[in-house]
């Protein structure tokens, strides 16, 4: 039996500080080049050349504000700020590549489904079917705040918006043009058959919407659906909803547990449990010896900022840290923020100083260090204990992060027939699944939005 392929995406954002605080200040770190296009191509091209799957770029609409009550810390170490608009880069990155799949996150609460569904459909033309759609809502808020609201809505009823939203993307791009509508017949003098394109007509509780899908089918229909989120009401959206599910783990038997929790969610759901791939992020430090390796990962220490990840990490939970000495415990305090964030400090025993040490390379992710084999012998041993198909795989110092693991770990991985060594033909969605269809399978919820489904 064939071993399985470990999946790979880049984990990114249009910003400075993204994962690991502090990183920016590395001699050899280029992140502040992030509003020029040269970084995006050039990067996208690297990516490539590695067959990584896809770039994952994360996005917030908002501050990080909890920490101390306001934004110093997040100002002078570039905590996400400033922060760029994520769609805009994929143009010019799919010119210069062919294969890299992107995956985008948009958030839905403060968008129109309307104009957010051409705005998939044009990139998804334009890169002839690779992007995908990471689906969120938001947790901070300052972000409500400065999009009209007076607080953030609350956790579940998130969701409940969320659904809707994808009930009315679901009628524009699988059911508002039928698959032949397009006859594209100059002697006719027929690009579009009339009676083959479909006025959506949608009244529910937060959207209404009366109008036909302005675009033209693209390849995929419908992007590839990414989803973060691990409370039970996230749970049952991923279910739903989900293609690929973006998860934080801390050890192998607690990820066992989530990536088990997503696959039931999916049969709940009345799908496949391996409709939905698995990925987690994860920081890589390697070098040609584990010796180089642990240097490298205490160079890399020396610039990193423990207090900028704990600053960020107050916005994922909604707890000003700041407030705690050293040594005091954290109070639990259940909020709309981030629900896997703040689970973490259910059992009140973590501190400020803990935290500080977890954030000592200025993130919380799980951090693999050491030689091209010890790597990916651990990348394997989290495969094959968790299920995970995956990893989102963070910028520590950018680009070398990413060109150390093209350069050492995926030959390794290779040599073990555990990673790809050329590109499936097709969409994102056809090279992630192999059931091989550009669209959505039949079983997905979105497939019943289609005319006569």
């Given at each position: ?304 900022s423990a207090e900028a990840g704990v600053a960020h990490f107050a916005s994922s939970t909604g707890i000003d840290f700041a407030e705690y000495e050293l040594d005091e415990p954290i109070q639990y305090v259940k909020s709309n923020a981030i629900q896997s964030a703040t689970k973490v400090l259910q059992n009140n025993d973590w501190t400020r100083r803990k935290l500080l040490e977890q954030h000592a390379l200025g993130g919380r992710y799980i951090t693999v260090v050491g030689s ?82």
């Amino acid at each position: 039996m064939s071993k399985k392929k470990i999946l790979l995406n880049a984990f990114n954002m249009n910003c400075i500080g993204h994962i690991n605080h502090g990183l920016w200040t590395h001699p050899r770190d280029t992140s502040t080049r992030y509003n020029t296009l040269e970084y995006w191509t050039e990067l996208a091209q690297l990516l490539e050349r590695g067959l990584f799957d896809g770039l994952f770029i994360a996005d917030i609409v908002g501050v990080y504000d909890v920490y101390q009550q306001s934004i110093d810390v997040p100002l002078k170490e570039s905590i996400q700020l400033p922060v760029n608009d994520p769609l805009l880069l994929v143009s010019a990155m799919a010119a210069v590549t062919k294969n890299l799949g992107f995956g985008l996150t948009a958030n839905l609460t403060y968008e129109p489904p309307y104009l957010f569904a051409r705005r998939m459909s044009t990139l998804d033309h334009l890169t002839r079917g690779r992007v995908g759609w990471n689906i969120v809502t938001g947790y901070l808020d300052s972000a409500a705040k400065a999009m009209g609201l007076t607080e953030q809505v609350e956790h579940d009823r998130r969701y409940d918006q969320a659904d809707e939203y994808l009930e009315v993307l679901y009628k524009l791009w699988e059911g508002s043009w039928e698959n032949d509508a397009v006859l594209n017949d100059p002697a006719q003098r027929i690009y579009a058959q009339p009676d083959k394109v479909h006025k959506v007509q949608h009244a529910g509780e937060f959207y209404q919407v009366e109008g036909y899908h302005l675009c033209e089918p693209s390849p995929q229909r419908t992007p590839v659906l990414f989803q973060a989120g691990s409370s039970d009401r996230g749970l049952t959206f991923a279910g739903r909803h989900a293609e690929c599910v973006f998860i934080s783990g801390q050890t192998k038997a607690a990820t066992k547990v989530q990536v088990d929790r997503v696959r039931a969610s999916a049969a709940a759901a009345g799908r496949n449990p391996d409709d939905i791939k698995l990925f987690m992020g994860l920081n890589v430090i390697v070098a040609p010896t584990e010796a180089e390796a642990l240097a490298k990962r205490e160079q890399y220490l020396t610039y990193a900022s423990a207090e900028a990840g704990v600053a960020h990490f107050a916005s994922s939970t909604g707890i000003d840290f700041a407030e705690y000495e050293l040594d005091e415990p954290i109070q639990y305090v259940k909020s709309n923020a981030i629900q896997s964030a703040t689970k973490v400090l259910q059992n009140n025993d973590w501190t400020r100083r803990k935290l500080l040490e977890q954030h000592a390379l200025g993130g919380r992710y799980i951090t693999v260090v050491g030689s091209p084999e010890q790597v990916a012998d651990e990348l394997e041993s989290w495969i094959e204990q968790t299920g995970l198909d995956g990893f989102n795989l963070t910028r520590i110092v950018t680009p070398e992060s990413y060109a150390d693991f093209i350069d050492l770990v995926i030959p390794e991985l290779q040599r073990r027939g555990a990673y790809k060594t050329a590109y499936d033909t097709g969409s994102l969605r056809q090279k992630l699944f192999v059931e091989g269809d550009a669209h959505l399978p039949e079983r997905h919820t979105g497939a019943t939005y289609r005319p006569n489904a």
